[in-house]
Structures are given as structure tokens and as C-alpha cells.
């Protein structure tokens, strides 16, 4: 998480993205929100969004493994390397983010006491994950530019997600943070956890944003509202 730290209006945001529609997304989309809805009902848990936050990962890790492929026989062309150490840095930046997304979780839900049993927290996302990184493998080989807009989708999706849980729980917006894990963001320290998943939010929609730009459709880019 390297990007510098920016002011920003926290509920202007908010506001601002549950006021944008969704994007149309494309069958395989619907396909991967559904049958987490099926798992975890229509409505935003904790676990539905660590699960969420899991699979965020392995398109990233699936580009760039495809990256490294393509410079064993491109080294020789400039234009190819220097696209494919972007990608490669970008989705490793992300993954890293993601990651610190998924401690957030993991943290938020000790502190609510929020149990699981071993088939939801071990075996289930075992299978999700393994079946994802499969599909990602596949695409990135077949179609790197649609591979970058299904996690454009996956990411709007989650932004919306994000948003949503915050309006849904407006007791975040007194909660302090009170942990170093959760405060270890460029944008931090954060005055309560309401602040914290708005930020989880908008550095989704910075992925949605980077998914957009690589895959030549930077007219999409959602921009930020301006503060103060």
C-alpha cells in the first residue's frame, strides 16, 4: 500500500457510490455474486466478505504468473516488458492490499465474537478459492483484456458492498479503532470503523479504477470527490 495519502470526504463518497448503479455485469460475474448470495445470503456478513476479500487476491497472482510466461520469449521487446512490470507491479501492490483488507476482517469479526464452523471457515473456502484461481488461470490465458474487466466488476461490486454494510450499521460510526493492524493504511490513523471500511471501499474502487485503465477503457474511471 504505497499510494501517497489524500484527503478525502468519507460520507461525501459513500453517498456518492450508493447513488451509481452497479455496472451490467456479464454473466460469469453474476455467476461468482450469486452463488455467494446462495452461500451466504443476499445480505452483507462478515464472513461473506472476508470470503469476498480471500478471492480478491488470485486474479492478481493470475496476471502476474502469465507476465513472467510472456517475458521468457518477449524479453527482447521494450514495449512488452515495461507493460508487463506494470501489471506485475500494480497487481502485487493490490495483492497487498487485499491482504491488509483481510486482517481488517479477520479482526473486526474477534471483536464481534463472530464463530464459524470448520466447514464454512476452512473447507468452503478451500473449494472457492482453488475453483477461482482455476477460472483466472484461464482467462488471463485467453483474454487478458476481459480477465482485467471481470475484476473491474469484482471490484465495483465490492466497493458497493463496503458502502452498503457502513449504512447498514451506523453504531461504526462511534466505534473506535483501537488496533495497530487495522490503522496500518496510507490514509490512516482512522476515528472510527465506520472510516475504516469506507477507506476498504474506495481502495476497491482505485482497483476498479487501475482494472479500467488496463484494459483500455480509462473514459470508465470512477474520479474522487473533491474534499473540503
Not at 34 to 53: F, I, Q, S, W
Not at 88 to 108: C, M, S, T, Y
Not at 208 to 223: E, L, Q, W
Request: one cysteine or more; proline letters at 4%.
Amino acid at each position: 500500500m504505497n499510494q501517497p495519502r489524500r484527503k478525502i470526504d468519507y460520507r461525501k463518497e459513500q453517498e456518492a457510490t450508493l447513488a451509481r448503479p452497479h455496472l451490467r455485469y456479464t454473466g460469469m460475474a453474476k455467476t461468482l455474486f450469486n452463488a455467494m448470495d446462495l452461500a451466504y445470503g443476499r445480505g452483507t456478513v462478515l464472513p461473506k466478505v472476508r470470503l469476498l476479500e480471500t478471492l480478491a487476491r488470485i486474479p492478481y497472482q493470475a496476471w502476474e504468473t502469465r507476465q513472467y510466461s510472456l517475458l521468457s520469449h518477449r524479453y527482447h521487446k521494450l514495449e512488452d516488458v515495461q507493460r508487463a512490470k506494470e501489471i506485475v507491479e500494480w497487481g502485487r501492490e493490490a495483492q497487498d492490499n487485499e491482504f491488509w483488507h483481510l486482517l481488517v476482517i479477520e479482526e473486526r469479526m474477534r471483536l464481534d465474537g463472530v464463530r464459524e464452523g470448520w466447514l464454512w471457515q476452512d473447507v468452503a473456502p478451500r473449494v472457492a478459492c482453488f475453483k477461482y484461481a482455476w477460472f483466472s488461470r484461464m482467462l488471463a490465458r485467453l483474454d487478458i483484456r476481459r480477465a482485467f474487466y471481470m475484476n473491474a466488476e469484482f471490484e465495483d461490486h465490492a466497493e458497493h458492498v463496503y458502502f452498503q454494510f457502513v449504512k447498514d450499521h451506523p453504531e461504526l460510526e462511534t466505534q473506535k479503532v483501537e488496533s495497530d493492524i487495522v490503522q496500518q493504511h496510507p490514509n490512516g490513523p482512522f476515528e472510527s470503523w465506520a472510516d475504516v471500511f469506507r477507506q476498504i471501499a474506495l481502495d476497491e474502487r482505485d482497483h476498479m479504477n487501475n482494472s479500467f485503465k488496463h484494459c483500455g477503457m480509462s473514459d470508465r474511471i470512477v474520479p474522487y470527490v473533491p474534499a473540503g
